[in-house]
Every structure is written in C-alpha cells, then in structure tokens.
C-alpha cells in the first residue's frame, strides 16, 4: 500500500499564542525553560502529559516517540487507519507494534530513510538532537541540503566538518532558532533528548514557520558579535570563526522569514562585516597582509551598506570601522616592516 506525502503545512492549525491561566502539569512551573512551548504544543494536541498530572520534562525520548510527536498532529485519521493496515519494511519493527503506522507514513513522506538505505528503525534506541531536528525539518518540507549551502562554515567545536551527514541540518537549525549555542561553545549534535527538549526546539521552528522568531534570530545574531569581540580580544580565532559563521546565519534566516524589513536586511550587511573582519584577522595570522587590507576594506564597505539600510545600526556599524582601520594600519605597518 502506497501513501502521498503528508501536507505538513496544511494540515498544522496555526492559532494564536495563549496559554491557561493555570499550570497544565504540576512539574512544569512558568519559569522553567519549556513552559512555554509546552503549553503551546499541548493547546494544539500536538503532547500530552501524563495520568498524575506531571509532564516529567526531564525523561529521555525514544525514537519511536519522537517521531510520533512530530508525525501524529499532520495526519489523518484515515492515513492513520491505512498504515495500520500495511506491512512494516523495517526487520526490527512488528506489524502490531503501536508505532508502526507513525513509521511508515514518515517513511513514505520521505521524513525518515527506509530500505535500502536503512533495515531497520531502532524506535527504542533515545533519540539525539540532530536525527530529531532532520525529522522535524524533513516533516515541514524544509530543504536544509540546499538553504544557504553557500555558507559551509564551521559552526562550533563539535560541528566542524562540513561533509558530515547532519552538516546541514545543525546549519538550518540555526538559521531556524531550533539550536543556540551553549555556554561551553558547543552544539552537541549527538546530545540524546528530554521531553522538554524535543518541545522546545519543535516549538521554536513552528515559531520560525509562522514568522515569529525574527527577533530571537537578530537578538542570536548579536550575541554571536559579542562573541567574536570577546575572543578575538583573547586571540583566538578559531572561536571567532565559529561565532562569526553562526552569526551570519542566524542574520540570513531572519532575512529569509522577513526579507523586506529594513532591520533585518541591515543585520545581514552587519554580520557579514564581522565575518570580513574575522577572516581579515586570519589573514594577518598567516602574514597575508595585502589580503588583510582588503578584507578591512570590506568590512567597513558592509558597515556603511547596513547604514543604508537602517539608521539603528549606525553606532555598531561604526564601531566595525573603527575595528577595520585599525586592522588596515596594522596591516600596512607589517607590510611595510617586511619590505625594509
């Protein structure tokens, strides 16, 4: 039996924000780091807790389960009916398993990769941020292989090979919100998921879909500037790199949910600037100081274009020029050292 991909985006309701007045489960309080997209899941049947009243956002998920969250609220009761009544391809998975029909209608919907690619599912293995992000991306029709692959940057400590398989979905995960970086400099890619994780970052991308993570993108986008100030401050360029690629991702995803704001557009032109900057400093690591120069000259080229975009990013776009002269006359002086 044969299902037409799912109609992610038809099928999901798209409501107001607004959440009871009262605590929907007694573990989870207003100041806990999933509450808000708790509540919102649950006003639109998307979670559940459980029998006691508790959601237990600290308990691990399973594969089975994560793909059930995502799968359940765009699908129909008849395609539900039909793919209980159709035979698994997956060896490891039994026709009356209660998964099963979540399975294979993500498998037809090309959400999760079936035979020959992959024999088996592995529902009771825990289920890692980035299998959970690719399903969640696939599942709204995303097309994370492609949105800006011209950026293939190192985004962290742990996501520096470019080639690696989920590459392209921890880049789309910034640029979405999904994923921000953590304290320790990393984005753990393999970290195995709590219930409240899984909610926040399905949370945050259907956010993202309705246009309303723009200002957590440009808010991202700025605290990855900070980031690059601070380290290249304490000389090290490869964190700076880092922060730089996030940050001009996070600008781009912004542009891409809201391309005609005059704010966003600018953010774009800002993050580029740094990223200039940040490649000018390499630059004058490797003694390539000609290349420096230019890149400084870039830098500030940026900073005047995001100006012209929006008047509010004057003082920081400053700032990027005075950074970039700065960079220049260093540049020159070694230059002119070396050529005595």
């Known amino acids: 039996m044969k299902f037409s991909p799912l109609s992610l985006l038809t099928l999901l309701v798209i409501p107001t924000i607004g959440f009871a007045e009262e605590n929907s489960f007694s573990d989870l309080p207003k100041d806990h780091y999933a509450y808000e997209a708790v509540e919102y899941l649950k006003s639109q049947n998307i979670i559940s807790g459980y029998e006691d009243g508790t959601f237990q956002p600290e308990k691990s998920v399973n594969r089975a389960e994560a793909l059930k969250i995502i799968v359940a609220p765009l699908i129909t009761e008849e395609q539900l009916a039909q793919a209980k009544e159709a035979n698994t391809v997956y060896t490891d998975i ?17 959400i999760i990769d079936g035979p020959p690619k992959k024999e088996e599912f592995k529902g009771g293995d825990p289920v890692i941020k980035v299998e959970f992000m690719k399903m969640v991306q696939e599942a709204f029709g995303a097309k994370p292989k492609t949105a800006f692959s011209e950026i293939k940057l190192p985004l962290s400590q742990d996501v520096t090979n470019t080639d690696e398989w989920f590459y392209p979905y921890m880049r789309y995960g910034i640029s979405t919100s999904m994923i921000m970086i953590s304290g320790e400099g990393t984005l753990t890619p393999a970290k195995q998921l709590t219930r409240g994780e899984t909610a926040v970052i399905l949370y945050r991308y259907i956010m993202y879909e309705q246009k309303r993570r723009t200002q957590a993108l440009l808010s991202e986008a700025e605290s990855e500037i900070l980031i690059i100030l601070s380290f290249l401050e304490q000389n090290d360029i490869n964190e700076a790199e880092y922060a730089s690629a996030r940050a001009l991702i996070a600008a781009r995803g912004a542009h891409a949910a809201k391309p005609d704001e005059s704010i966003v557009q600018g953010a774009v032109k ?3 600037a740094f990223r200039a900057l940040v490649r000018g400093y390499r ?3 490797n003694k390539d100081f000609e290349e420096t120069v230019r890149l400084a000259g870039e830098a500030w ?8 975009k929006n008047s509010e990013l004057t003082d920081i776009a400053k700032k990027v020029q005075v950074i970039s002269k700065n960079m220049a006359d260093s540049a020159r002086a070694k230059t002119g050292e070396a050529s005595e």
Not at 301 to 308: T, V
């Open 283 to 285: 630059s004058g690591v």
């Open 301 to 308: 080229n940026l900073s005047d274009r995001a100006i012209e």
């Open 94 to 110: 039994e026709n009356d398993s209660w998964f099963k029909p979540y399975v294979e209608l993500a498998r037809a919907a090309s």
């Open 270 to 272: 800002i993050t580029e």
